[in-house]
């Protein structure tokens, strides 16, 4: 199935061809660029079909069955069908799929187990932490007191002894565990266990991996945490949001911290688009996807570091990569303003234990286009080559688009 229906492109174009021009526009940049953004992926032409749907209209303050608007009785099966899924994908006793984003998910959970001034221990920024793990441009850096653990100067690796020993010098409320950038596993059971010898909540912000979770290509965090904060857009492939999972006996106070503490109206269109998304996600061929992210991942990273590249950690277990193009003479931003040029698009990141900025990628959107370890070979080489400065950028383009010519994201 074509992404946009040919009906609803003519209804745009004639209404609006300004409109369309940007909407089509952007297919095509999508199309014929490589999307090596982490925290991207191609969302299924069935997710954006319930996205795109008159559920966009309705108002649905509330939980389905006690809503402050009349009419709820469809999306209320909407949302009890999203929640049952997000339960059985995750082995969760309980799900909230109303945040509007990652971001509003962590808010929500601040909201239900914290109060304002509270410590707070999180990768420190620079590390891998997110803004919402106590940045000063945040909420959570006004509104709590943060404290940041950090990554191991030579390994890359979380410093297991640093988290145990701050948790025990600032006994914080909560502990959050989960990173926009660290490429490897986190030690949830770890994590658990200092939590609870400081008497502290665990809130595992796992935006980044729930999708390899959902198809069994990384640890749950589910067993270990209070509260599971994630997003939906990201290797889980739905809709542009985010979701809350925990146990029963903290589901009441998740649920008031989503509605009405941080929020209003649900989205109903994106909640019917992730319960489209779980469903797809529940398949054996999302599982297989989620193995292949990883695998093409690994690949990736072993021939950007035989291109010169200093990966961080030496590689990875997930979909994300990290690294400093240094090697090759070239700074971080530098380097991302090129390959984008080349039509290769990813993102600059912080270097833990250095002033400079790196480049971090993941595999999820490639890998949904059905490229698999040849192609990660030919994307590394070509990457090696525009930093060095042996292809010029029109080159390196037509290299891509020739690529991705042959992985249509969404064949017509
Ligand atoms: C992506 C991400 C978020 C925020 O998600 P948004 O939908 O952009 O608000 C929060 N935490 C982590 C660790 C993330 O990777």
């Given amino acids: 199935m074509p992404v946009l229906p040919a009906l609803e492109t003519d209804v745009l174009r004639r209404q609006d061809p300004q409109a ?13 660029t490589l999307q090596l953004i982490a925290a991207e992926n191609f969302t299924s032409p069935a997710v954006l079909a319930a996205l795109g749907s008159p559920l966009a209209n309705k108002y649905a303050e509330g939980y389905p069955g006690a809503r402050h608007h009349g009419g709820c009785e469809i999306v209320d099966a909407a949302e009890r069908l999203a929640i049952e899924r997000a339960k059985a994908l995750f082995g969760a006793e309980h799900a909230n799929v109303q945040p509007h984003s990652g971001s509003s998910a ?57 988290v145990r020993a701050l948790a025990r010098t600032h006994r ?25 010898e400081v008497g502290a909540y665990l809130i595992a912000d796992a935006a980044h991996p729930i999708g390899l979770v959902a198809g069994g290509a990384a640890p749950s965090p589910v067993p270990y945490a209070d509260v599971v904060c994630a997003t939906t857009h990201k290797v889980l492939r739905g809709p542009r949001g985010g ?6 006996e903290l589901a009441e106070r998740v649920d008031r911290a989503v509605f009405p503490f941080t929020q209003g109206g649900a989205q109903m269109h994106t909640v019917a688009a992730k319960a489209v998304a779980f469903g797809e996600a529940a398949r054996p061929e999302f599982a297989a ?100 400065g042996e292809l010029d950028a029109a080159r390196a383009r037509d290299d891509v688009r020739a690529l991705t010519a042959a992985f249509p994201p969404y064949p017509s």
């Fill in 20 to 32: 369309a021009e940007l909407v089509l526009g952007e297919l095509a940049r999508q199309s014929t």
């Fill in 106 to 162: 962590v808010l929500a959970a601040y909201a239900a187990l914290l109060r304002p001034g509270d410590t707070v221990l999180a990768l420190g920024l620079p590390d891998g932490g997110h803004l919402t793990h106590g940045s000063p441009a945040n909420f959570s850096g006004r509104w709590f007191d943060f404290v940041g653990y950090g990554v191991d100067a030579e390994s890359g690796l979380i410093d297991h002894e640093q």
């Fill in 172 to 196: 914080p409320k909560a502990i959050v565990c989960g990173s926009i950038a660290y490429p490897r596993h986190i030690d949830h059971a770890f994590f658990r266990e200092v939590a609870d």
């Fill in 243 to 248: 979701m809350i999972l925990c146990g029963s």
């Fill in 289 to 388: 996807y989620a193995h292949q992210v990883v695998a093409n991942a690994r690949v990736l990273a072993a021939y950007l570091a035989a291109e010169g590249l200093a990966v961080t950690t030496g590689g990875t277990d997930t979909h994300l990569i990290t690294m400093d193009p240094a090697p090759l003479g070239i700074e971080g931003r530098t380097a991302r303003g090129r390959l984008a040029a080349a039509g290769m698009v990813l993102d600059c990141c912080a270097l833990p234990h250095s002033g400079a900025r790196g480049l971090r990628l993941g595999t999820a959107a490639v890998t949904t286009q059905g490229m698999r370890e040849e192609e990660m070979a030919r994307i590394a080489v070509l990457l090696g080559k525009v930093l060095r």
